[in-house]
């Protein structure tokens, strides 16, 4: 079996955002879909390892902000490679500095990075083109993920930048390799080196389906450290 054959699907991306006891939260997902067409159904899939699955999992509503090309690594850094268990990514400590570098890229005079849309759940303005709210409908546990198939219940257009895919985050936004320091890898072990977030794995073999628990990039991004 060629597990290559996984890189050839495509995705959209896009912030999943929920809210439980005030406290707001959100990450990145390449897993919206909609699924079928009377009713509108969306489904969504959220690893368990994450705070924002388990606050949509008791919740049952969410919004999904749609990204776009002017979003920045810096968004995807800020959703997709820290958890909500140990920040707050709402903070406006950690906002503030992203707003403006997103607003900088989309060339627009806001530095509001979200809203709050009718059902109290933030949605992400800057570096998205539409957010979605949807509340759950039915779960199906898939063991590492749990999918949700949501209805929508509000939809809205941001702006008219297209859409970003997997592809187009890879190719143009995602941060270029840095070369490992020699100097830092001690003697003895075999390490791989994520070189999008730095996250190291230990054995002989990375395997060829390995997708980094961080920052879920492949293989092919991971760089191999003789100790
Ligand atoms: C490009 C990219 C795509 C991702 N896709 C998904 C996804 O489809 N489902 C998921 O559960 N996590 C996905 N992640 C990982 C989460 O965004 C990440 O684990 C996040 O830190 C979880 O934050 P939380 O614990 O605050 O919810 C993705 C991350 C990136 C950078």
């Not at 570098?101 to 989309?106: P, T």
């Not at 059902?119 to 999918?147: M, R």
Request: a negative charge; hydrophobic letters at 35%.
């Amino acid at each position: 079996m060629d597990t290559k054959a996984m890189y050839k699907l495509s995705y959209g991306l896009f912030v999943c955002t929920a809210v439980q006891d005030q406290k707001m939260n959100g990450c990145i997902i390449n897993t919206a879909i909609q699924v079928a067409s009377d009713p509108n159904r969306i489904s969504i899939a959220v690893n368990k390892a994450n705070l924002t699955h388990d606050m949509v999992k008791e919740t049952g509503l969410c919004n999904i902000s749609v990204l776009s090309q002017d979003a920045t690594f810096g968004l995807f850094k800020h959703f997709g490679f820290q958890t909500g268990r140990t920040i707050d990514k709402f903070s406006p400590d950690l906002l503030d500095p992203l707003s403006k570098e997103l607003a900088q890229k989309a060339a627009v005079d806001s530095s509001t990075i979200y809203a709050l849309a009718a059902n109290n759940i933030p949605y992400i303005t800057l570096g998205t083109n539409a957010y979605f709210s949807l509340k759950v409908e039915q779960l199906l546990d898939l063991g590492s993920h749990t999918l949700f198939i949501c209805e929508p219940t509000a939809m809205e257009v941001l702006s008219d930048v297209p859409s970003c895919t997997y592809a187009y985050y890879q190719d143009n936004i995602k941060s270029k390799p840095q070369p490992v320091d020699p100097a830092s890898v001690p003697k003895g072990e075999t390490v791989w080196k994520c070189r999008v977030c730095g996250y190291e794995y230990v054995g002989e073999q990375l395997p060829d389906d390995f997708i980094c628990p961080i920052c879920k990039h492949g293989k092919d991004d991971f760089e191999q450290i003789i100790r």
